[in-house]
């Protein structure tokens, strides 16, 4: 079964400095992969997305990802955080012939300090 | 503005109540998802409509049965739930159930079962 791994259930930053956010997939295949993010009291809103067409993807935000198949990671960068960035971070995984069953991480929960 | 709309936001009900969540959305998706998020915690997959026909049920108990009317619309009805059911409930929907279409998440209907 498609997984995805997220370090670090809190990571703080500076406002201003790099985000950084990892998810590691466990497939067999390259997956199609995402990040969501949710602000408080709100559903999920999509990032990025990976399905195969480039490794580096941007997203909204200014927020990207690479897809390192070698590292099976596809993590999410933000060259500078701005307080709106405080939320929680969700990757998913599909199975690229398995419908649309999306298996979220544990989530990553980013606080950015003045 | 989320383009899933979802009612009521907030939900109290007894054990021995039948009460129902409703998902709308207008942009001609023709998949459409409920999914259960504990506080702090990923979301869960339950149902998956596609093209109006239930296509996935992820061992959902009972007590949740989806219906979906239309290509619209989704509704969730509750019917004898337990106190370990309060969450948030989402919706979703994406443009088909293949995985290029990412999903659009509703605000969800924050449940508490007394």
């Known amino acids: 079964a498609q997984s995805v791994t997220q370090l670090g259930s809190h990571v703080s930053v500076s406002e201003g400095a790099l985000v950084l956010l990892r998810c590691n997939y466990s497939?067999?295949?390259?997956?199609?992969l995402f990040w969501y993010v949710q602000y408080p009291n709100q559903g999920l809103q999509l990032l990025l997305k990976?399905?195969?067409?480039?490794?580096l993807v941007k997203g909204i935000n200014g927020f990207e990802a690479e897809f390192k198949k070698s590292e099976t990671s596809f993590h999410l960068t933000k060259p500078s955080a701005h307080m709106s960035d405080a939320a929680e971070y969700f990757c998913?995984?599909?199975?690229?012939?398995?419908?649309?069953?999306?298996?979220f991480g544990t989530g990553t929960q980013l606080k950015v300090e003045l | 503005d989320t383009e899933v709309t979802q009612t009521p936001k907030h939900l109290v009900m007894g054990m021995t109540n039948k009460k129902s969540l409703k998902c709308e959305q207008h942009?001609?998706?023709?998949?459409m998802y409920w999914y259960k998020q504990k506080a702090k915690k990923p979301p869960e997959l339950m149902f998956v409509?596609?093209?109006?026909?239930?296509?996935i049920n992820e061992s959902v108990p009972s007590r949740f049965s989806p219906e979906c009317p239309n290509s619209s619309l989704l509704n969730l009805h509750l019917h004898a739930l337990q106190p370990e059911d309060s969450a948030l409930y989402l919706c979703?929907?994406?443009?088909?159930?293949?995985?290029?279409?990412?999903?659009?998440f509703g605000n969800g209907t924050r449940l508490t079962v007394t």
């Open positions: 979703a929907s994406s443009q088909a159930e293949g995985m290029n279409s990412p999903l659009h």
């Open positions: 497939s067999s295949v390259p997956p199609y």
């Open positions: 990976y399905t195969s067409a480039a490794t």
């Open positions: 998913a995984v599909s199975d690229r012939g398995g419908g649309n069953k999306l298996t």
């Open positions: 942009m001609g998706h023709r998949a």
């Open positions: 409509y596609s093209y109006e026909k239930l296509s």
